[in-house]
């Protein structure tokens, strides 16, 4: 019996050792939760052999395999670094741009909200309150000659009633 539970505490160690190579070799995230589930042991397991853990944890530090065998040379980081301080100047000169514009929209509407805005174009008012004037001495000019032929109707309209009148 205790050596059958041996044996079984050695395949599950190296099955844990197995799917630690595996994740490491492949560049997984390795954590104690992935690596018990591809070995099929219970996490408490990893907890109570210590050296399984310690292999774990030295695996998360190391870099991952793929890594290890792309060789990273001066210039390509170089490289990298220049590309992304491009980057970092084209995105910061477009914020710059986005702030100058919304500075502008949100400036404008406080201006208009405030009533501070600029006055419209006085002298185009101007013009129209004198077209309009014109318009109203030109309207009042009709009415008075309007008003006047009516009188003239009228009164003419009263003569020949009273020539009727007497004729009759």
Do not use: C
């Not at 220049?82 to 201006?111: C, D, F, P, Y």
């Not at 185009?124 to 032929?149: F, I, K, M, S």
């Amino acid at each position: 019996m205790i050596n059958g539970r041996r044996a079984d505490s050695h395949r599950r160690r190296e099955r844990v050792r197995l799917a630690l190579a595996q994740a490491h070799g492949q560049g997984q995230a390795l954590s104690v939760a992935s690596i018990a589930r591809t070995a099929g042991v219970d996490r408490s397991f990893l907890y109570r052999h210590p050296d399984l853990l310690a292999e774990i944890h030295d695996s998360q530090v190391a870099p991952p395999l793929r890594q290890q065998q792309a060789s990273v040379t001066n210039e390509s980081l170089k490289a990298d670094l220049a590309n992304t301080q491009q980057r970092i100047a084209r995105m910061a000169a477009h914020n710059r741009q986005l702030e100058r514009k919304l500075s502008e929209v949100l400036g404008e509407q406080a201006w208009r909200e405030s009533g501070l805005g600029a006055a419209p174009d006085i002298d185009a008012l101007q013009r129209q309150v004198t077209a309009l004037e014109q318009r109203n001495l030109t309207l009042q000019r009709q009415l008075e000659q309007r008003d006047g032929e009516l009188d003239a109707a009228r009164a003419a309209n009263r003569e020949l009633i009273s020539a009727l009148n007497r004729s009759s």
